[in-house]
């Protein structure tokens, strides 16, 4: 019996070291998004705003703004529970490399997903906005880190 327990210990100390591990793991590999972006020329006018200030703390704080629209500001853990919004909700969450965001709006007849992915060189920040509710066109739009 004593034999038995001790394996039962031994188990369970690798499995708390395995999941402490992947936890560590999965936090590393969130893109580092701080910064000012603005968007590529090439862009121009097909979006509300021209430049995301993005702020990673224990959440995400993004500032939205640009010459069309007024400045819009949120900030919401990256658990994927959903934020309020003055006119929805958001929601974020990591998929892999990828920062997910999810908008809702009018009692979700208007769901929109942006994916932010960053390059390589953490110079690049591109924008993958797919219109799930209703079915719409899928965009990619490019983002340039600011000094």
């Known amino acids: 019996m004593?034999?038995?327990?001790?394996l039962v210990e031994t188990n369970v100390r690798s499995l708390l070291f395995l999941i402490a591990f992947a936890a560590s793991a999965a936090s590393a590999a969130d893109p580092e998004l701080n910064g000012t972006w603005q968007i590529s020329s090439s862009h121009g006018?097909?979006?509300k705003f021209e430049t995301?200030?993005?702020?990673q703390t224990d959440g995400i704080k993004?500032?939205?703004s640009g010459a069309r629209e007024k400045t819009v500001e949120f900030a919401c853990h990256v658990d994927g529970h959903a934020c309020k919004l003055k006119e929805g909700e958001v929601s974020f969450w990591y998929d892999g490399p990828a920062?997910?965001?999810m908008e809702r709006h009018?009692?979700?007849?208007?769901?929109?997903q942006m994916r932010f992915v960053l390059s390589e060189d953490?110079?690049?920040?591109?924008l993958e906005l797919t219109r799930v509710a209703p079915?719409?066109?899928s965009s990619t739009f490019t983002f340039k880190k600011q000094q």
């Open 122 to 126: 953490g110079k690049t920040l591109n």
């Open 135 to 137: 079915p719409g066109l």
């Open 62 to 64: 993004i500032s939205e």
């Open 52 to 55: 995301l200030l993005i702020q």
């Open 2 to 6: 004593f034999k038995t327990e001790i």
């Open 45 to 47: 006018g097909r979006l």
């Open 99 to 101: 920062l997910v965001m």
């Open 106 to 112: 009018h009692n979700r007849d208007v769901v929109i």
